[in-house]
C-alpha cells in the first residue's frame, strides 16, 4: 500500500482549511437536524396521520414508529431512457425493506430533463438550472420529517448533483444513490460521429441521420458514451455512495435488481438508531469531494463537474475552485479512454474491469483518498470489488489483476497520458478550462483571429456559408449563467470538427458550457467572469488575434493594452421570453460565477446565513 501522494495531501489540506468555518456550520446544521431538528417522533398525531394514511400494508408499522422509514426521491418519468426504469423501483424497494422490517414511501418526484433531447434547442437554457430545481424538489420531498433514511433514484446530467444538493441540507440522513445502468450498446460511436459529420457537410441528409442516431440511443438505460450522466455515477462510486461498483450494471437484469435490494437493506442498517451511523452529510467530506475531482480526471470525464461538484461541495460546506482541478490534473493519469475519449462505451469499460479496476489502481498508487466513510463499508477498499450472482445471491469479488482490455483501461504504471487533461487557462480574458484528453498534443495551442457570435445557430448559418472555412477562434459569448442559463453547445461540434478535419486550426472559446461528451476540437469553455455583466470577453472584436494555449494556461486577446482599455462593452441580447425561459429570470438574475457552481439558491443561501 502505497502512501498517498503529497500533492494530494496538500490539496485536501487547503480545501479543509478554505473550508473551516463553513464546513462546522454545516456540520453543527446536521448535528441540529440529528438531535433537535424535526423528526418523525416529533410530528402531532395529525401531522403522523397524513403521514401514512394511504401507506396500505406498511401503515401498522409506520404507526409504531419502531422501524426506519425509507424516503425515496425519484426521477422517474418514462419519456427519458435513463430514467423510464425508475418506474417499477418504488415497489421493489418497499418489499426489500418489509425483507428487513423497515417501510419505505416515495417522498416526491424531481423533474428529470435530458440535454440529449434539448441540445441546441431553447430549452436547453432550462438545463442547468434545472439543477437547482431539482435540489428544491429534493427538499421539499424530505421536508416532512417522515423519513430516517432516502434512496435517491436519478442518474443524469444535472438530476444526480441537485438530489444531492437538496439532500445534503437533511444530512443527518443516511442516503444511498441508486442507478439504473445504461442502455446495451448500440450503433459503433465512430459509425455515429461519421454519419453526424456527413450530416453537417450536407452528403447525408435527416433520414439517414435520424437512422443513426435512432441506432446509438435505442433502449431503457443511460446513453452509454462517457459524458455527464455516466461521469456522475462514476462520482458516486469513488465517493462511496452507492453500493460497490453499482453503476454500469445494465437495466432488467437480476444483478441490477439485486444491487437495488442490497441498497434497501444497506440504508436500514446505517441509521442512528444502531452502531453504524452513516449520515449524509459525514460522508461526503472533503476527502470524498477530492476523491471525485481524482476520479474526473483519471477517466477523462464530463467537464461539466468543474461546475457541479463545487455547488455539491458548498451544500456540505466545503469550497474547491478549478485550481484544485489543476493541481490535481498536473498528478492524476489517465487510466481510461471511452468515448469520445475512446472508441469503446461505457459497457466496454464495464467489461475491461470498471470502476473496480479504477479505484483498485489509484488506491494501490497512492492516488486516492481510502479513509473516506462509504455508504457500504469502513472505508474505500470494497468499492475495487465487482458484483456478481452465485446461486441467486449478489457477492463482491476482488477487481481483476490486469485490464481486460487494453485499449480501454490502463495500470498506473503505463497510463494513456501521465495527466488528467484538464487544464486551467487564465489571461486578459479571464479563466476557463479545457479538456484536452481527447484532443492531439498539436491542437492545444491555437492562435488564429477570432469570429465573434452572440448565438450557435449563428454559428452554423456562418459555417454553411463557408465564412468559417480559415484558422479561427469560434467567440460565442452571453452563454454563462446570468445571460441565459449557460446552456451546453455541443451542436457546434460536428461542424467544428469538420474546419478541423479540413486541415484549419479551429478552437471554441465561450462564457457557456460544452456538453460533457465534448471531443476531439479544442474548446475553453465556462470563460468567467461572463460577457453579461462586464467580463473581458465582452471586449473582443471580430479579427482580433486570440491566443489559446492549453500547453501554457493561457486564454488572452493578443491585443495592444491601450486599445483593450479603451474598448466598451457590447449591447447585450434581449433576455430570453419563451419555452418557459422566462421563468428562470430570478435564477439568472442571481446566480453566481461558474466556478463557484453557477448556483443561484447556494449564493443566496450563503448571503443570508
Not at 468515448?339 to 483498485?360: C, H, K, L, R
Not at 498539436?442 to 463557408?466: M, S
Not at 501554457?552 to 441580447?573: C, I
Not at 460565477?593 to 449564493?603: C, D, N, Q, T, V
Amino acid at each position: 500500500m502505497n502512501d498517498l501522494h503529497p500533492v494530494i495531501v496538500a490539496v485536501t489540506e487547503r480545501i479543509v482549511k478554505r473550508s473551516a468555518p463553513r464546513r462546522q456550520k454545516y456540520l453543527d446544521l446536521i448535528k441540529r437536524g440529528r438531535d433537535a431538528g424535526t423528526n418523525r417522533d416529533q410530528l402531532s398525531c395529525g401531522n403522523l396521520a397524513h403521514g401514512f394514511a394511504a401507506a396500505e400494508e406498511d401503515k401498522p408499522v409506520i404507526r409504531s414508529g419502531r422501524a426506519m422509514n425509507i424516503g425515496i426521491v425519484t426521477s422517474y418519468n418514462d419519456m427519458l431512457s435513463a430514467h423510464q426504469p425508475y418506474g417499477r423501483y418504488p415497489e421493489a424497494i418497499k418489499i426489500a425493506a418489509r425483507e428487513v422490517g423497515a417501510t419505505a414511501q416515495v417522498a416526491g418526484g424531481v423533474p428529470a430533463m435530458c440535454d440529449g433531447v434539448t441540445q441546441g434547442q431553447a430549452g436547453m437554457d432550462l438545463s442547468l438550472f434545472s439543477r437547482d430545481t431539482i435540489a428544491l424538489a429534493t427538499a421539499v420531498s424530505l421536508s416532512h420529517a417522515m423519513f430516517e433514511g432516502v434512496l435517491l433514484l436519478g442518474i443524469c446530467d444535472k438530476i444526480v448533483p441537485g438530489l444531492l444538493i437538496g439532500a445534503l441540507r437533511f444530512g443527518h440522513l443516511p442516503t444511498i444513490l441508486v442507478p439504473g445502468g445504461p442502455m446495451p450498446s448500440g450503433l459503433a460511436n465512430k459509425e455515429k460521429v461519421r454519419i453526424r459529420q456527413l450530416y453537417a457537410e450536407g452528403k447525408v441528409g435527416k433520414a439517414e441521420l435520424l437512422e443513426a442516431e435512432a441506432a446509438s440511443y435505442h433502449g431503457a438505460g443511460t446513453c452509454t458514451f462517457y459524458g455527464t450522466a455516466n461521469s456522475n455515477q462514476m462520482m458516486m462510486e469513488i465517493m462511496g455512495l452507492h453500493m460497490p461498483n453499482a453503476a454500469f450494471v445494465n437495466p432488467g437484469t437480476k444483478l441490477r435488481g439485486e444491487l437495488t435490494r442490497a441498497a434497501t437493506h444497506r440504508v436500514a442498517s446505517i441509521g442512528w438508531d444502531g452502531d453504524d451511523y452513516r449520515p449524509l452529510g459525514e460522508c461526503v467530506d472533503e476527502k470524498a469531494i477530492v476523491n471525485a475531482i481524482i476520479g474526473l480526471l483519471a477517466t477523462g470525464g464530463s467537464t461539466n463537474h468543474a461546475i457541479h461538484l463545487p455547488a455539491i461541495a458548498r451544500a456540505a460546506g466545503i469550497s474547491i475552485d478549478w485550481t484544485d482541478f489543476a493541481e490535481l490534473s498536473d498528478v492524476i493519469p489517465l487510466l481510461a479512454r471511452v468515448y469520445p475519449n475512446g472508441s469503446g462505451d461505457v459497457n466496454n469499460f464495464q467489461a475491461a474491469g470498471g470502476m473496480a479496476w479504477i479505484i483498485t489502481q489509484l488506491l494501490d498508487n497512492g492516488l486516492l483518498h481510502r479513509d473516506i466513510k462509504t455508504v457500504a463499508r469502513q472505508n474505500l477498499t470494497d468499492y475495487g470489488k465487482e458484483p456478481t450472482l452465485e446461486n441467486d445471491a449478489l457477492v463482491w469479488k476482488d477487481a481483476p489483476s490486469q485490464s481486460r482490455d487494453l485499449d480501454m483501461l490502463r495500470p498506473a504504471s503505463d497510463p494513456f497520458s501521465a495527466d488528467g487533461g484538464m487544464r486551467l487557462l487564465s489571461g486578459n480574458l479571464g479563466r476557463c478550462i479545457m479538456k484536452v484528453s481527447a484532443v492531439e498534443p498539436a491542437r492545444w495551442t491555437i492562435e488564429a483571429p477570432a469570429r465573434i457570435f452572440h448565438d450557435q445557430d449563428d454559428v452554423l448559418r456562418a459555417f454553411k456559408a463557408g465564412e468559417l472555412e480559415r484558422d479561427v477562434i469560434v467567440v460565442v459569448r452571453f452563454q454563462g449563467p446570468r445571460a441565459n442559463g449557460m446552456p451546453e453547445l455541443h451542436k457546434l461540434t460536428p461542424s467544428l470538427g469538420v474546419l478541423q478535419d479540413r486541415g484549419f486550426k479551429v478552437a471554441l472559446l465561450t462564457d457557456g458550457r460544452m456538453s460533457g461528451a465534448s471531443g476531439k476540437v479544442p474548446a475553453a469553455i465556462h470563460l468567467s467572469p461572463e460577457a453579461l455583466g462586464g467580463g473581458p470577453i465582452g471586449k473582443l472584436r471580430d479579427g482580433d488575434i486570440v491566443r489559446v494555449c492549453a500547453q501554457d494556461g493561457v486564454v488572452e486577446a493578443l491585443v495592444e493594452p491601450v486599445e483593450w482599455a479603451s474598448r466598451s462593452d457590447p449591447v447585450p441580447p434581449p433576455p430570453p421570453y419563451d419555452t418557459g425561459r422566462e421563468l428562470f429570470a430570478l435564477f439568472r438574475n442571481h446566480s453566481d460565477l461558474a466556478e463557484e457552481g453557477a448556483s443561484p439558491i447556494l449564493a443566496a443561501m450563503e448571503a443570508e446565513v
